[in-house]
């Protein structure tokens, strides 16, 4: 087929300027992966590249994945082999090859360790060192943190002392145990290329070409690999869009648009501005917002589709009545045709869903909290997988210690203390330890992995399966218990195997080591589980890559939609982008409320409608039905009682029932802006509110 064939004008200039360095700020359903994989099947096809010498990088595996697709498609070449994958994905593969440039102990056999594995490393240090007062999940947010952000600091020298301690010796696990998390393939891989300029002109010769998705996402490490790898050749090619920046919480650098300008002074910037998802009603909405946001490259979304339906505000007296504003509207849109799967609710605080479930649950509206527990986080799950993994490598101390008393074995903690003894004593992993005591209950599990290994590569890998879940007494243990749905999903894993046979090919040995590989390379965003029968509730980061032919964006409201949070210049423009974020998942409607009392921790709160509201220009507020009909006991406001005479101006001192004392902030109309202390921080409140008492100066 023609490689250019239905692309626009804009679309051909990013795929035909093959050389040098381009950045394509790509709008929201401008087409992007279609660009991406137009570009890729170009150099190969037409200027005859060789596949391996492309380099291409995304953040999900399933964003990689269809760029290969869709390559497979375009050429009909396999793409097993060409470098398409993940950030992580590439480090992986990098340092299976090039680990022993880190020295000690590092190999090529290195374990990569998930968000359990790591949890539980900390978990040992912290009890070791007896920081109880801390909990080893909130030092292990610190040790990512400390990698991904700039500038990290806890701004506590007692706890500053002991986050340091604990990060050096959980960076000395890893170093003595053949380890990396996360983080660490990441600045391992970097770390190489500094120090080792032999291997990055290796690897600069071997990427003539190297292409970038979702830029706007990329940290301060990645933004250093992709310009060490493209400062030979100068031919990167970065696909984002800063209006969809909305993950600084990771790291993710907007700043990264501009220092790429000043990395590649000569960089070709092109604009993709056609919108082919959504209507020009709701594209006119997302210019309105993003366009107040300063210092970013402009551009107007626009389409040429038919018109449709407008975007509609409503105003609701409480929170009650807004869902059931949501809830009726879904009924009146079923009847005319649209599925629930079409249908989207998305908030800004995951607890605003809460509403949602119950009125759901009791009209019987199916629906699903997308972003819930993966299939691959469930503990039977993990549990397998990690029968796998020792059963791939004996020396996987994290994998032994997972299923050594999975089920109970009789092996308690002091057997386990002895065994870490001795293992350090012999610098051996502790399956090799398990030979250097005489325990029945270790030799048993011993004879079982060992048997395993015996038989790997002499059943089919179903028949091994089966044979796992029985030698291992796991199956047995769930069907005792009467675990019907865990037994499913162990189950449902060979479905798992079963494509993995398909994906990766060769023997059962080189099936699980890809297979083990990708499951530990997974992310939250590949986890999400998706149902074509229920109504999606969702947070606007979980919806970002999303579209619905129907938004509901609920809860727009000061102080929740901008978050509380967002009290500087910098983060009010990142929750601007995620509004821009949420408005242009909608395809054909957008809904749009707010609620001026809502029910949250307890205490009955006035809200003023989002400054998102006004920047969106829209000022129609249908009238609301009785509140008979709407409102809910518990979520009936209390009638205000107005105290004429009594006037606020900022730097004023009140008293809240419930908040305490605090200062005013801000004025707005019949509302204040007031700060208390933490953990309750900015409220905006109706200035007349009973609860509300000024302190005389």
């Not at 986050?163 to 891989?189: C, M, R, W």
């Not at 965003?525 to 609920?554: W, Y």
């Not at 507020?621 to 709407?630: F, M």
Request: net charge neutral; hydrophobic share 40%; with cysteine.
């Amino acid at each position: 087929m023609d490689i250019l064939q239905g692309l626009n004008e804009r679309q051909k200039e990013a795929v035909l300027q093959t050389e040098g360095p381009v950045m394509v700020m790509a709008g929201a359903g401008s087409g992007k992966t279609r660009v991406l994989t137009r570009r890729i099947a170009y150099l190969i096809d037409e200027l005859g590249v060789n596949p391996g010498s492309i380099l291409a990088v995304t953040f999900t595996n399933k964003a990689a994945r269809e760029m290969k697709e869709r390559i497979e498609g375009l050429l009909g070449i396999d793409t097993r082999f060409m470098w398409v994958s993940t950030f992580h994905s590439f480090c992986a593969r990098f340092l299976r090859v090039e680990a022993k440039y880190l020295g000690g102990m590092f190999t090529s056999n290195f374990q990569i360790l998930d968000d359990d594995d790591t949890l539980k490393i900390v978990k040992k240090i912290v009890k070791d060192k007896g920081y109880d007062d801390i909990k080893p999940q909130t030092f292990k947010s610190w040790i990512s943190a400390s990698k991904n952000l700039p500038n990290f600091s806890l701004g506590d020298p007692y706890k500053g002392k002991m986050f340091e301690e604990v990060k050096g010796s959980y960076q000395e696990y890893l170093a003595q145990n053949n380890a990396f998390d996360f983080d660490d393939l990441l600045i391992k891989t970097v770390s190489i290329f500094r120090d080792h300029k032999e291997v990055l002109h290796k690897y600069q010769e071997k990427f003539n070409y190297i292409l970038v998705d979702e830029f706007q996402d990329t940290n301060k490490v990645q933004f250093e690999l992709i310009c060490l790898l493209a400062a030979q050749s100068q031919n990167i090619f970065v696909v984002g869009d800063e209006d969809q920046s909305i993950y600084s919480f990771r790291g993710a650098l907007v700043t990264n648009i501009k220092r790429f300008r000043d990395v590649f002074p000569y960089t070709k910037l092109i604009l993709l501005e056609e919108n082919y998802r959504s209507s020009k009603s709701i594209l006119d909405l997302a210019n309105k917002v993003i366009k107040n946001n300063p210092d970013r490259v402009d551009k107007v979304l626009f389409t040429t589709k038919v018109e449709s339906i407008k975007p509609y505000y409503f105003e609701a007296t409480n929170s009650y009545e807004e869902t059931l504003f949501v809830l009726n509207k879904i009924k009146e849109l079923l009847q005319q045709g649209y599925e629930y799967k079409d249908f989207a609710i998305m908030y800004r605080a995951n607890y605003i869903s809460r509403n949602f479930e119950d009125l759901f649950v009791k009209n019987k509206i199916p629906y699903v909290i997308y972003g819930g527990l993966s299939f691959f986080s469930r503990k039977e799950i993990k549990d397998v997988v990690a029968y796998l993994r020792l059963v791939m490598n004996d020396t996987d101390n994290l994998a032994f210690l997972r299923i050594v008393n999975e089920p109970k074995r009789k092996i308690g903690a002091t057997t386990l203390e002895k065994l870490d003894k001795l293992a350090h004593e012999n610098n051996c992993s502790l399956y090799a330890a398990t030979r250097l005591v005489n325990n029945t209950n270790l030799s048993n599990f011993v004879k079982i992995i060992e048997d395993l290994k015996g038989e790997l590569n002499n059943l089919e890998l179903g028949a091994f399966y089966d044979l796992l879940l029985d030698k291992s007494g796991y199956l047995a243990y769930l069907k005792d218990n009467d675990e019907e749905d865990r037994i499913e999903n162990i189950n449902e894993f060979k479905s798992v195997l079963n494509e993995a046979i398909e994906t990766y090919g060769g023997d059962n040995y080189n099936v699980l080591a890809s297979l083990l590989q990708d499951l530990s390379l997974r992310t939250d965003t590949d986890n999400k589980r998706d149902s074509d029968e229920a109504v999606k509730l969702m947070s606007f980061h979980q919806a970002k890559g999303l579209e619905f032919r129907v938004v509901f964006m609920v809860a727009m409201e000061e102080g929740i939609f901008p978050s509380i949070n967002a009290l500087g210049p910098a983060e009010l423009e990142e929750e601007r982008r995620i509004c821009y974020v949420g408005i242009t998942r909608a395809e054909e409607r957008l809904y749009l409320s707010a609620a001026k009392v809502r029910l949250m921790y307890g205490h009955e709160e006035y809200h003023m409608p989002s400054r998102f509201i006004r920047e969106m220009e829209l000022v129609h507020t249908p009238k609301p039905k009785p509140a008979s009909i709407y409102q809910s006991k518990k979520d009936t406001p209390k009638k205000a009682i107005e105290a004429p005479g009594v006037t606020f101006s900022i730097g004023d001192k009140i008293n809240h029932k419930s908040f305490g004392d605090g200062l005013v902030v801000g004025l707005e109309g019949k509302f204040i802006k007031v700060a208390f202390k933490a953990p309750i921080g900015i409220k905006v409140l109706l200035a007349s509110h009973p609860a509300i008492v000024k302190i005389n100066k």
